[in-house]
């Protein structure tokens, strides 16, 4: 996934199922709110 203007380098865990906090720490850090990242992914 890419943000124009933005670089953000994360370490997505590779499981099944990510933690709640966890997801939604990662996505802050890539700079976006939850509902850009809901209709990036949807």
Same mark, same amino acid.
């Given at each position: 996934?890419?943000?124009?203007g *933005?670089? &953000?380098? $994360?370490? #997505?865990?590779?499981? &099944?199922? #990510? *933690?709640?906090?966890?997801?939604?720490?990662?996505? *802050?850090? *890539? %700079? $976006?709110? #939850?509902?850009?990242?809901?209709?990036?992914? %949807?």
């Open positions: 996934m890419t943000k124009p *933005a670089v &953000a380098t $994360l370490s #997505v865990p590779e499981h &099944a199922t #990510v *933690a709640r906090g966890t997801l939604r720490g990662l996505i *802050a850090r *890539a %700079g $976006l709110t #939850v509902e850009d990242f809901l209709s990036a992914v %949807g």
